[in-house]
């Protein structure tokens, strides 16, 4: 990463941990159950960030300051919590990078009509190197099925850019890919 990137990647992650703290970091009264199964009463709504023109567009800009484009034949992730996040940086890699990056999601079931799909968007295929990208981890267990459904195409995940990684395991759990959480749950305490 060259001095430039650091430098507009540090910017950036300032505005966006304003926006978490401001709009996505809960603090509830009660634990509530997490997808993962675990209690919490912290909680992190990344769809405040994601779905949110500014801060879509500013975890976008981060991911494309992280990662090396040319590695990379498609971007996606777990429906629903990917799919805004690999929209923009699909979108934001053509407008800003002239780099054609196409996006998919994948479905936790295979459609029931239609073609039957369970990876939609970009057609994955052999020897594809794909980046995907997650709004929050916990587990890392949604990420693990989701890569397991990308293996099965051919396609080769190289790397897992998450905003939030609640640091309860998804860093082990994706420990044989290139795992980069934006943020921790102790960078946002």
């Known amino acids: 990463m060259t001095k430039l990137q650091q430098t507009k990647l540090k910017q950036i992650k300032a505005?966006?941990?304003t926006l978490i703290q401001k709009h996505a970091q809960l603090k509830l009264p009660a634990?509530?159950?997490l997808a993962s199964g675990k209690m919490s009463d912290r909680y992190f709504?990344?769809?405040r960030i994601t779905?949110?023109?500014r801060g879509?567009?500013?975890?976008?800009r981060a991911i494309l300051e992280m990662v090396d484009l040319k590695r990379f034949d498609a971007v996606?992730?777990?429906s629903i919590g990917a799919d805004p996040i690999a929209t923009a940086v699909s979108i934001l890699a053509f407008l800003e990078k002239k780099v054609e990056l196409p996006a998919f999601l994948i479905r936790k079931e295979p459609k029931q009509y239609g073609l039957q799909k369970q990876v939609e968007g970009a057609d994955l295929k052999e020897g594809m190197n794909v980046l995907m990208v997650e709004d929050v981890i916990t587990t890392g267990e949604s990420v693990r099925r989701s890569i397991e459904i990308v293996e099965q195409t051919g396609a080769h995940v190289l790397q897992v850019?998450?905003?939030i990684d609640r640091n309860e395991g998804g860093r082990e759990?994706?420990?044989p890919y290139t795992f980069t959480p934006l943020f921790t749950k102790d960078d946002l305490a």
């Open 15 to 17: 505005d966006l941990r």
């Open 31 to 33: 634990p509530i159950k």
């Open 45 to 47: 709504d990344g769809r």
């Open 51 to 53: 779905l949110h023109p």
């Open 56 to 60: 879509m567009t500013l975890f976008a």
């Open 76 to 78: 996606g992730g777990p």
């Open 161 to 163: 850019v998450c905003l």
């Open 173 to 175: 759990a994706l420990a």
